[in-house]
C-alpha cells in the first residue's frame, strides 16, 4: 500500500512513467504518422502539378498496364475540381437592385411637371430630360391616353420611354454620372391588310363605329373622295364603302391602323374607286383604276362635317337687310373656331375686313381662279398675306363677323372674276399617275380588285 501510495500526486494524476516504457509505447506511433506524413506529402506533390491536373482534365480512359501512372494522380485532382465547381456560398452573392415601375397615363390638362409632382418624382431629373433636344421635342407633344413608363429609384429617374410613333420609342436612360442620355428605337411592328365593310343608316361616323374603324379612319376616307362626294350634303341613307387598310400589331396585339390601301364608295348608286400608290421618292397618293388622280385641283367643301345653311342663290333674300340680294357662295354652318381649309394650291392676295364678309380671306389659284372665305373668327398664324398655301392648309376659322346672324363659313369660286356654283362647277383635275409607274399600278390595282370582289362575295353568302 506504501508504494502503490507514492505513486500518486496530491492532484490525484498519477506520476510520469519510467523512461524506458515511455520509449516502448511511443516507437509504434511514431512510426505510423512517419508513413502517413510521406504518403500526404507525395499525393499533395502529385495533386498540385499542372501536369497531374491536365492529366486528369484530358484523360477519361479505361485504365491499362501503360496507364497506371496517370490512375495514381486521377483521385485527388478530380477531388481538386469538384471543390472548385460548388456554388460560392450565400454570403458571397451580390444582391440585384430592383426600381420602381411607374405608368404614368396623360389625361385632358395634365403636364409632365405636375405628374412629377403628383408622384414625387424628382424635378431636377425633369429639367434634365426636358433640356435633351430629342427627349424634349417628343415629351412635350403630350396626347389623352398616351402612357410615359418610368423606373425610379425613391424618386429618382432611372429610365423613360414614351411610344412616339406606331414604330417607334423614345428612351431615356440615366448615365453614370447622373446625366441622362436619349434615343430614338424602332420597335418591331409587323405590317397586316384588314378589310371592313360599312352601310350608311343615319350618320358616316354611326356606320364607321358599327364596321369597327375608328373616327381617323373614316377622316381619311373622307379625305380620299372630297373631290368627288360632299360628305355635307350628297351622303344619303344606305350608301355603302369597303375599306382594305393597314393595321400594325406588335407582341400578338393591335396598336394602330395605317394608311388605306383600296376604298370603294357607293353614293347614291354612284360607284367610286380609290387605289393607292407610293413612288419611288415614298410619295402616296390615290388615283382610279385608269390611273387617274381622285384628287382634283380644289376641293368641294373647305369645312369639314359642317352643314349647308345656304346655298348658291341669284335671287336670295338677305337675312339682315331684307332684300333680294343675289347669294353668291354657299354658306357652311360650323361651331365658332372650326378650321377652314385652302380649297387648292395658291397664294393669300387678301387678309383683313371686308365690309358686310368681315374677316375675309382670298387666295388665287392660277391665273384665272379665285376663292374667298368670309366671317372668320380669326386668321391662322401660318398664312399671311402673300404666302403660298397648299390645299387643305389651315387658314382661318369659323366665326359670325360682318354681316352674319350665327357663326358660318361663306364660300365664293369664281373663275376670270364671275361667280360659279361651288357644288356643281367642274373642277380642273390633278395630275394622272406618272407613266413610268402605269405597269406597277395596273398590277397592283387588279389585285386590289380581286381582293374587294372576295370580300363582297364572301359577305353576300354569309348574309344569305
Do not use: C
Not at 480512359?61 to 456560398?89: F, Y
Not at 418610368?150 to 436612360?173: C, F, N, W, Y
Amino acid at each position: 500500500m506504501k508504494r502503490q501510495a507514492s505513486l500518486l500526486r496530491h492532484d490525484y494524476r498519477p506520476n510520469a512513467l519510467p523512461a524506458s516504457q515511455t520509449s516502448r509505447n511511443r516507437l509504434p506511433w511514431f512510426s505510423l504518422g512517419l508513413l502517413l506524413a510521406v504518403a500526404i506529402a507525395g499525393l499533395w506533390r502529385f495533386a498540385v502539378t499542372p501536369e497531374a491536373v491536365t492529366a486528369s482534365r484530358d484523360t477519361d480512359v479505361a485504365l491499362d498496364a501503360d496507364s497506371v501512372g496517370q490512375a495514381v494522380v486521377a483521385l485527388p485532382t478530380r477531388l481538386i475540381e469538384t471543390s472548385i465547381a460548388r456554388p460560392a456560398p450565400a454570403d458571397d452573392k451580390t444582391p440585384t437592385h430592383t426600381f420602381a415601375h411607374l405608368d404614368l397615363t396623360i389625361a385632358s390638362g395634365d403636364t409632365l411637371d405636375r405628374l412629377f409632382r403628383r408622384h414625387e418624382l424628382n424635378a431636377g431629373d425633369l429639367a434634365l430630360i426636358s433640356r435633351l433636344p430629342m427627349a424634349g421635342e417628343q415629351l412635350r407633344l403630350l396626347r389623352p391616353g398616351d402612357t410615359i413608363r418610368i423606373d425610379h429609384d425613391a424618386g429618382r429617374v432611372v429610365s423613360l420611354r414614351k411610344i412616339v410613333a406606331i414604330d417607334q420609342e423614345l428612351r431615356v436612360g440615366m448615365r453614370a454620372d447622373g446625366g441622362f442620355a436619349a434615343e430614338i428605337a424602332e420597335l418591331p411592328t409587323e405590317v397586316r391588310e384588314a378589310v371592313r365593310h360599312g352601310i350608311i343608316e343615319t350618320s358616316l361616323f354611326e356606320s364607321a363605329a358599327t364596321a369597327g374603324l375608328d373616327d381617323n379612319m373614316i377622316m381619311n376616307l373622307a379625305g380620299i373622295f372630297a373631290w368627288d362626294i360632299d360628305f355635307v350634303l350628297d351622303i344619303r341613307r344606305g350608301d355603302e364603302y369597303t375599306l382594305i387598310f393597314e393595321e400594325y400589331w406588335r407582341d400578338g396585339k393591335k396598336v394602330g391602323n395605317g394608311e388605306i390601301i383600296a376604298a370603294e364608295f357607293v353614293n347614291n348608286k354612284r360607284n367610286v374607286q380609290a387605289f393607292r400608290h407610293i413612288d419611288d421618292n415614298g410619295r402616296s397618293d390615290y388615283y382610279a383604276a385608269n390611273g387617274r388622280s381622285v384628287r382634283k385641283a380644289f376641293i368641294r367643301a373647305p369645312v369639314d362635317f359642317s352643314r349647308i345653311s345656304s346655298v348658291f342663290n341669284p335671287n336670295r333674300r338677305h337675312p339682315i337687310l331684307n332684300t333680294i340680294r343675289a347669294h353668291r357662295g354657299v354658306d357652311y354652318a360650323a361651331p365658332k373656331g372650326t378650321p377652314i381649309k385652302a380649297a387648292g394650291d395658291g397664294k393669300v392676295i387678301f387678309r383683313g375686313r371686308k365690309n358686310g364678309y368681315g374677316n375675309t380671306v382670298i387666295l388665287q389659284h392660277g391665273g384665272n381662279i379665285t376663292t374667298l372665305y368670309a366671317h372668320l373668327s380669326n386668321f391662322a398664324k401660318t398664312a399671311p398675306s402673300g404666302a403660298r398655301v397648299e390645299q387643305g392648309q389651315t387658314i382661318g376659322f369659323v366665326g359670325a363677323t360682318g354681316l352674319a346672324t350665327a357663326p358660318h363659313l361663306h364660300y365664293e369660286y369664281r373663275v376670270n372674276g364671275v361667280h360659279r356654283n361651288p357644288r356643281t362647277v367642274k373642277l380642273p383635275a390633278a395630275e394622272p399617275i406618272d407613266a413610268r409607274y402605269a405597269d406597277e399600278f395596273r398590277d397592283s390595282v387588279k389585285a386590289a380588285q380581286q381582293r374587294l370582289e372576295i370580300y363582297k362575295q364572301t359577305r353576300l353568302a354569309l348574309a344569305n
